[in-house]
């Protein structure tokens, strides 16, 4: 004789079957777009990692064939490796490495061919901005000044706009635009750090154009410009 506990949990089977008729098939379609998202979020992950890893073991190579100025190497090497990790910070490493051995070695158009492919591929702003100081400068270099400034426009990083602002007005004073190179220079300087090295030496750049930065900052702070008092004349 059945019971109404055998009639309760006949009640709820016919409850679960019911439910996963209706729902069955949506639910199972959900856990394998699920499954397939994180199967496929760690194997992205693992691809990743092998990346890397294949990546500096090829910018290793890169590194050795510049230590030897191997050319015909650093050329296959860095072909490669542009080929296949070209999306790795190991790649756009090596394009900045190998610019600067073509340039030593003359090889001017190389060394522009490598600055320009990790300025336009790089993923990571900071290596576009010194590919673009670096390829700005041998382009001033060339004489190519108005390519050089088309590379130092756009948007930079905020502590690249200093050395991007002093670059401006080397090329600019190349130009013998010195009015222009003045208001680079100015704000290159009011752009460094105070106690950055480089600052004296935009400071420099700036009297030899018959301007004191230092006594214009003080005139815009409202403060005095220190004097300075050398030894002999402290003991009169």
């Known amino acids: 004789m059945a019971s109404p506990l055998d009639f309760e949990e006949q009640e709820q089977l016919d409850q679960i079957k019911y439910f996963w008729k209706k729902y069955g098939s949506v639910i199972t379609w959900s856990l394998i777009v699920v499954l397939g998202a994180f199967a496929s979020w760690n194997f992205y992950q693992y691809w990743q990692r092998n990346q890397a890893t294949q990546a500096a073991v090829m910018y290793d190579e890169v590194d050795r064939a510049v230590m030897a100025a191997d050319t015909a190497r650093i050329d296959r090497v860095f072909t490669d490796m542009k080929t296949k990790f070209s999306s790795t910070t190991y790649a756009q490493q090596a394009g900045l490495l ?139």
């Open 98 to 236: 190998v610019a600067k051995q073509y340039y030593e070695a003359g090889q001017v158009e190389a060394a522009k061919a490598a600055l320009s492919w990790v300025a336009d591929k790089s993923s990571d702003p900071g290596y576009q901005a010194i590919a673009k100081l670096r390829l700005a400068g041998i382009l001033a270099g060339t004489k190519a000044f108005e390519e050089a400034l088309l590379q130092l426009s756009g948007s930079f990083p905020s502590h690249f706009e200093a050395l991007v602002a002093d670059r401006k007005g080397d090329i600019l004073m190349l130009q013998d635009k010195k009015a222009e190179a003045i208001v680079a220079y100015e704000k290159a300087y009011q752009s460094f750090d105070s106690r950055t090295d480089y600052r004296r030496l935009v400071e420099v750049k700036l009297n030899a154009l018959g301007v004191n930065p230092i006594a214009e900052n003080s005139v815009e702070t409202g403060t005095k410009p220190a004097v300075q008092i050398s030894v002999s004349e402290g003991q009169k």
